[in-house]
């Protein structure tokens, strides 16, 4: 893998992958993401940090307490596991054969 390239390459190399994961990032911060549960009475926001940035609640649960903390949760750890499976996509992607001088 490294054996057609010199020292100021490999440099390059890490300049490169510095500037991917930064741009990485900065798309993972804007990017949304929306799970729901009990069809829809239930939705949860995350961003792409993992942050729950919004959540509404269908008034009908409202007198039903078991039922609105069974859907929450339900409703949080799917967003959640949707945040984590994009950030392990854009990682994988990250890492293309092109960066090592690959084609």
Do not use: C, H, Y
Not at 74 to 95: P, T
């Amino acid at each position: 893998m490294f054996d057609k390239m010199n020292l100021g390459d490999l440099g390059k190399v890490f300049e490169e992958i510095q500037e991917r994961a930064k741009k990485l990032q900065e798309e993972q911060e804007s990017k949304s993401f929306i799970a729901k549960s009990g069809g829809g009475l239930i939705k949860v926001t995350a961003n792409g940090k993992g942050e729950i940035i919004d959540i509404e609640i269908d008034d009908s649960l409202l007198e039903d307490k078991d039922s609105l903390q069974i859907l929450l949760i339900s409703a949080i750890n799917d967003v959640l596991k949707m945040v984590e499976e994009d950030k392990q996509r854009s990682a994988l992607s990250m890492m293309t054969p092109d960066i090592f001088g690959q084609k």
